[in-house]
């Protein structure tokens, strides 16, 4: 069993999750890498604590204390406008100090999300198109997380 703890950006603290929990499910975008048959457990779920990341001192050695092998950055890292400025300094922080590795981005990112962002330039801008392999490679995935799809809650 492998056990992954989430960080989700502040801007979506209200988040429930739910797109991440479905990638889990059905692994796809970064859980694609996880064989179907064997569980995933998320030990935890927080947000960063806002700009420039005030959890970050603590929560990444919180959720290896419950048992995280690995620190998810949720897709919303790169999903919002711009995306997190910090990033390079979270990663730095959690993979040299906390000592676990860092995966950037969850869900497949929603086909409305991938339009937009392109349409914007800020990915490109910002120097994270690194990341979002895993998570733009599936149009379908895309499609299934993008909660504008008539189909979304079906």
């Known amino acids: ?84 400025p910090y990033l390079e300094d979270f990663i730095q922080y959690i993979e040299n100090y906390v000592g676990l590795p860092v995966v950037v981005g969850s869900h497949p990112m929603p086909t409305n999300y991938i339009n937009a962002h392109r349409a914007a330039g800020d990915w490109d801008r910002c120097g994270v198109q690194k990341y979002l392999g895993p998570l733009t490679d599936d149009p379908e995935a895309s499609d299934r997380h993008d909660s504008t799809q008539p189909g979304f809650l079906k």
Not at 22 to 32: D, L, P, T, V
């Open 1 to 84: 069993m492998s056990k992954i703890g989430i960080i989700i950006c502040d801007r979506n603290r209200t988040c429930t999750g739910g797109k991440c929990f479905m990638a889990i499910q059905e692994r796809s975008g970064a859980f694609k890498k996880y064989p179907k048959d064997e569980p995933l457990e998320v030990v935890g779920f927080i947000t960063c604590g806002g700009c420039p990341g005030e959890r970050l001192e603590f929560a990444p050695a919180e959720l290896k204390k419950y048992g995280a092998e690995e620190i998810v950055l949720a897709s919303g890292f790169l999903a919002g406008y711009p995306p997190c």
